[in-house]
């Protein structure tokens, strides 16, 4: 499935560049469509053991979700929305609902732990190769940071041969140094990326139950804020990272305005909550459907006006993750995700208090991570071909440990039974 997914991207990126000339920004819509379209062409293999079987709650609390997935496709198709938008989004859901389905109507594992890693492996290499090839061949800007970076953290901090740590290295330094046109190294990555890699950290941390490990790690954000207030505006200035340079200047004051990357995700907000307020407040409720597009064209920033499919006036994509959940699923749609990661969240920690093993750990730092990156980059989360099947691994692991512990009101009665048999 990783392996077929990443090849599709890949192949999408040539197919882009050789045939058409959509690249960058506006060849990613295309590039999810393919890559979501292979995913279902992966799982079509696994139809025959389709059962329809359910792990736990969590697999049922996702299939709730698509049920509100189909109101909002019919609120969409009533609101006469983006077809082409809804169809995408529909499919989005569609393949992850699918890819539950079949992970729960499977009772083991199928491959050895040490091949699930070299898989791993070659799949990275292949996102390095993609990520190499948007810089020297002026393909379509369409690397998996997410998946990347899960790899990265899960290499570096899972339970792992040393070899695999290392790689992890490679990969983290991959994700996170690039060059210059005249061959120099520059810092590369944005907000979402480091975010994530620090969620992903920490999930990693309590996978492995190194709970100490979360108070050097909880001192990170705050020796980050004490550097950048006190760093010198000439070097912050010289930092090769537009993103990191935005939020070193945001930190010290510098106004928003000045700022125009930043400013375009509180302005997406802005036309959000007008497009609601002139529904109504039923709108506010149950959201204004799929295929939902707000007008950008008066936008400052110039990367809006080419990535959108159907135009800078009906932009689809909506950056920030609650305000995107608000507009197409409304106050009930981000209740219902909201309870969905909360769970997500006991299982972890409910895990954390005994061995994990790596299948669940993946699964854990994916899921973090991509919560994370998409919390300023929803569209990641949206069309991620992964998230039903890893949401499998992780309430399989759930529930076969609570399987596996007993409970302590049953302990307590078997050991009175045993004491009164020897009476």
């Not at 375009?264 to 307020?277: C, G, I």
């Amino acid at each position: 499935m990783l392996l077929s997914v990443t090849l599709s991207g890949l192949a999408a990126n040539v197919v882009l560049t050789v045939g058409t000339s959509i690249k960058g920004f506006a060849a990613i819509p295309y590039v999810n469509l393919s890559t979501t379209f292979a995913a279902i062409l992966v799982q079509a293999y696994y139809f025959r053991r389709l059962s329809g079987n359910l792990h736990g709650p969590l697999g049922f609390v996702y299939v709730l979700n698509f049920a509100f997935v189909i109101l909002a496709l019919i609120i969409g198709l009533l609101y006469e929305n983006s077809l082409i938008h809804i169809l995408a989004w529909t499919c989005y859901f569609l393949i992850n609902v699918v890819s539950l389905l079949i992970q729960g109507s499977m009772n083991r594992y199928e491959v050895s732990e040490r091949h699930f890693l070299n898989v791993l492996c070659i799949v990275s290499l292949l996102i390095v190769a993609g990520k190499l090839s948007t810089k020297f061949l002026d393909m379509s800007a369409s690397v998996d940071n997410v998946m990347l970076l899960t790899m990265a953290v899960f290499f570096l901090a899972a339970s792992v041969p040393l070899s695999y740590r290392l790689f992890g290295i490679l990969l983290l330094v991959s994700s996170l140094v690039g060059f210059t046109s005249e061959g120099n190294f520059r810092l590369e990555g944005n907000r979402a990326g480091f975010l994530a890699i620090y969620v992903g950290l920490t999930v990693a941390a309590l996978c492995r139950g190194k709970h100490l490990r979360l108070v050097p790690l909880a001192l990170i954000p705050v020796v980050f804020y004490i550097a950048a207030l006190s760093l010198d505006r000439s070097v912050v200035n010289g930092i090769s990272s537009r993103n990191i340079r935005e939020a070193i200047l945001l930190i010290q004051g510098d106004d928003i305005s000045h700022h125009v990357a930043t400013l375009q995700r509180f302005y997406e907000v802005d036309k959000v909550l007008e497009d609601l307020d002139d529904q109504g407040d039923p709108s506010y409720i149950f959201g204004l459907g799929l295929g939902r597009t707000i007008n950008m064209s008066s936008s400052l920033d110039e990367s809006v006006q080419g990535a959108s499919i159907t135009g800078a006036d009906k932009v689809n994509n909506i950056h920030f993750l609650l305000f995107a959940l608000l507009h197409k699923f409304g106050v009930v749609g981000i209740m219902a995700h909201a309870f969905m990661w909360a769970m997500v969240a006991r299982y972890l920690f409910h895990l954390s208090l005994h061995r994990m093993g790596r299948f669940p750990t993946f699964g854990f730092i994916y899921l973090f991570v991509c919560i994370t990156y998409s919390s300023s980059a929803s569209i990641t989360y949206f069309s991620s071909p992964y998230i039903g099947i890893l949401f499998s691994v992780v309430e399989f692991s759930f529930v076969r440990s609570r399987r596996a512990a007993p409970s302590p009101f049953r302990s307590m009665a078997t050991s009175r039974f045993l004491a009164r048999g020897q009476n």
